[in-house]
T-cell receptor, first 114, second 114 residues
Framework: DVKVTQSSRYLVKRTGEKVFLECVQDMDHENMFWYRQDPGLGLRLIYFSYDVKMKEKGDIPEGYSVSREKKERFSLILESASTNQTSMYLC?????????????FGNGTRLTVT | DAKTTQPTSMDCAEGRAANLPCNHSTISGNEYVYWYRQIHSQGPQYIIHGLKNNETNEMASLIITEDRKSSTLILPHATLRDTAVYYCIGHRLLSQGGSEKLVFGKGTKLTVNP
């Protein structure tokens, strides 16, 4: 089974701190994604990456950046955390296939910025 | 990527079939209809996918209309554990690499009642 691991389940940070959310997948997947999930707003795409060092903006990239130095790891960076970035963050990956390439999600990191 | 529309919420009695609709009128010819579900406090999980034929697996059945503008996910005998948010999304298979922006809607909150 594909495993997508997010480094922290819960995280509390102060306003203005630089925050790193780490995501690692073990199936050599090419594509990786970062979403945030808020009540009533569903899953919103922040950034995605289709290869090492490649990244593309999603629908809400402001205030975030990403890093993909190795194929298995995709990091989400909050340069200066703000209270409106308090949210559940979900990482996902998917690989190449000619018959099925679903997204595989981690269990999320619940970030609170105080 | 296809924009999808789903009802906000649905109820179903335990043991009965749950039929969850999804409209995806802008889906393109090479996009598959994928269904995921998210149980509280977990990341979304893949359920089933299809292109134009009806599909069935151990979890559910998927009925896609002939014009591919809508589909229905069927849970044949819903249990309390099927209470979750269900998402449909259109996306391609990635057999040759490249990127694809995968955007989720707000999904349908299914409540299975005893």
């Amino acid at each position: 089974d594909v495993k997508v691991t997010q480094s922290s389940r819960y995280l509390v940070k102060r306003t203005g701190e630089k925050v790193f959310l780490e995501c690692v997948q073990d199936m050599d997947h090419e594509n990786m994604f970062w979403y945030r999930q808020d009540p009533g707003l569903g899953l919103r795409l922040i950034y995605f990456s289709y290869d090492v060092k490649m990244k593309e903006k999603g629908d809400i990239p402001e205030g975030y950046s990403v890093s993909r130095e190795k194929k298995e790891r995709f990091s989400l960076i909050l340069e200066s955390a703000s209270t409106n970035q308090t949210s559940m963050y979900l990482c996902a990956s998917r690989g190449l296939s000619s018959y099925n390439s679903p997204l595989h999600f981690g269990n999320g990191t619940r970030l609170t910025v105080t | 990527d296809a924009k999808t529309t789903q009802p906000t919420s649905m109820d179903c009695a335990e043991g009965r079939a749950a039929n969850l609709p999804c409209n995806h009128s802008t889906i393109s010819g090479n996009e598959y209809v994928y269904w995921y579900r998210q149980i509280h406090s977990q990341g979304p999980q893949y359920i089933i996918h299809g292109l134009k034929n009806n599909e069935t697996n151990e979890m559910a059945s998927l009925i896609i209309t002939e014009d591919r503008k809508s589909s229905t996910l069927i849970l044949p005998h819903a249990t309390l554990r099927d209470t979750a948010v269900y998402y449909c999304i259109g996306h391609r298979l990635l057999s040759q690499g490249g990127s694809e922006k995968l955007v989720f809607g707000k999904g349908t909150k299914l409540t299975v009642n005893p």
